[in-house]
Structures are given as structure tokens and as C-alpha cells.
């Protein structure tokens, strides 16, 4: 019992010894700042921030020309994708694009909720698409792979959309 009460002071010891010593180390008090105009106070809220644009915009034109380079490779396939229906996915997608980059913070709501339905719908429509694929063949990847890759893709893409979103609140 003593050989564990004198370890005990022992750990005190070689921890006290181990924290720094408050000699001198102070932080600096805060200092207020003084705009170069003083009175005039400008309030500006960005609705989403630039990065978050650009990385949005990125995505969503890389998404449209996946659309349409779907459309090009798959159109004389089993379950070829209807040209009007992923033209209005590309259309939907470059509306929100076209509203994200307008210069008007008000309409950012906007663009994210545009691109939001339409990718969602498309996700929609390229999972029905492999679903609907006949896959009788034994060949791999078989006619479930383009359909279901697009799906996937429009997936991420809904994705980058919810993340602007969750940014902008």
C-alpha cells in the first residue's frame, strides 16, 4: 500500500513537472479594428461561395456531356435512352448552370433546385433504363452496364446538387 502511495506522488511529481509554466505567456488583448469609413457598414451575404460554384459547375457540365455522349454511344442499343426525355436532363442540367452563374445571388435557390429535379429525374430514368435491359446474354458486362453506369453517374451529380444546397444554408 505505501510502495503504491509514494508511485502515486511520484506521477503527481513528474506531471506537474511536465506543464508549462504561466511565466510571462499571456495572450494579447483584443484590439477593435476601425473601418477606414467609419458609419458605413455594408452587409453582404454570398448565397453560395465560389468554390462551391465553380466545383458545382464543373460537375454539371461534365454530367450534360455525359448525357449526350450516352445518347451518341447508345442509340442503337437494346435499350437505347430516349433522346427527348435526356434532352430535357441536358437542358434542365445547363438551366441550373446558366442560373448558378448569372451573377444574381437571388437566383442560386433556383439553379440548385433546377439541377436538383433534373437529376433526380434522370437518376430515375437511367435506373428504369437497367432494369428494363434484357440480360439473357452471358457475355459480362452485358447491356446493364452502360444504363446503370449513367445512373450511377447521375447519382453523383444529384449529389454535387444536395451539397450545394446543404452550402448555401
Same mark, same amino acid.
Given at each position: 500500500?505505501?510502495?503504491? *502511495?509514494?508511485?502515486?506522488?511520484?506521477?503527481?511529481?513528474?506531471?506537474?513537472?511536465?506543464? +508549462?509554466?504561466?511565466?510571462?505567456?499571456?495572450?494579447? +488583448?483584443?484590439?477593435? %479594428?476601425?473601418?477606414? #469609413?467609419?458609419?458605413?457598414?455594408?452587409?453582404?451575404?454570398?448565397?453560395?461561395?465560389?468554390?462551391?460554384?465553380?466545383?458545382?459547375?464543373?460537375?454539371?457540365?461534365?454530367?450534360?456531356?455525359?448525357?449526350?455522349?450516352?445518347? $451518341? %454511344?447508345?442509340?442503337?442499343?437494346?435499350?437505347? +435512352?430516349?433522346?427527348?426525355?435526356?434532352?430535357?436532363?441536358?437542358?434542365?442540367?445547363?438551366?441550373?448552370?446558366?442560373?448558378?452563374?448569372?451573377?444574381?445571388?437571388?437566383?442560386?435557390?433556383?439553379?440548385?433546385?433546377?439541377?436538383?429535379?433534373?437529376?433526380?429525374?434522370?437518376?430515375?430514368? #437511367?435506373?428504369?433504363?437497367?432494369?428494363?435491359?434484357?440480360?439473357?446474354?452471358?457475355?459480362?458486362?452485358?447491356?446493364?452496364?452502360?444504363?446503370?453506369?449513367? *445512373?450511377?453517374?447521375?447519382?453523383?451529380?444529384?449529389?454535387? $446538387? %444536395?451539397?450545394?444546397?446543404?452550402?448555401? %444554408?
Amino acid at each position: 500500500m505505501a510502495l503504491l *502511495a509514494r508511485s502515486g506522488l511520484m506521477v503527481n511529481q513528474i506531471s506537474s513537472s511536465l506543464r +508549462p509554466q504561466a511565466s510571462g505567456l499571456r495572450s494579447a +488583448p483584443a484590439r477593435r %479594428i476601425q473601418p477606414a #469609413h467609419e458609419g458605413r457598414s455594408v452587409a453582404t451575404k454570398a448565397y453560395v461561395e465560389a468554390s462551391v460554384g465553380y466545383a458545382i459547375t464543373q460537375q454539371a457540365v461534365a454530367y450534360a456531356a455525359v448525357l449526350g455522349i450516352d445518347v $451518341f %454511344i447508345e442509340r442503337n442499343s437494346q435499350v437505347a +435512352p430516349d433522346i427527348k426525355i435526356v434532352g430535357l436532363g441536358i437542358i434542365g442540367t445547363v438551366a441550373a448552370v446558366y442560373l448558378l452563374n448569372s451573377g444574381d445571388e437571388s437566383q442560386a435557390d433556383a439553379a440548385m433546385i433546377v439541377g436538383l429535379v433534373t437529376t433526380l429525374v434522370m437518376t430515375g430514368y #437511367h435506373a428504369k433504363r437497367t432494369v428494363d435491359a434484357n440480360d439473357e446474354q452471358v457475355d459480362w458486362p452485358g447491356p446493364k452496364i452502360l444504363p446503370g453506369t449513367i *445512373a450511377v453517374i447521375s447519382f453523383f451529380a444529384l449529389n454535387a $446538387f %444536395i451539397q450545394g444546397i446543404k452550402a448555401e %444554408i
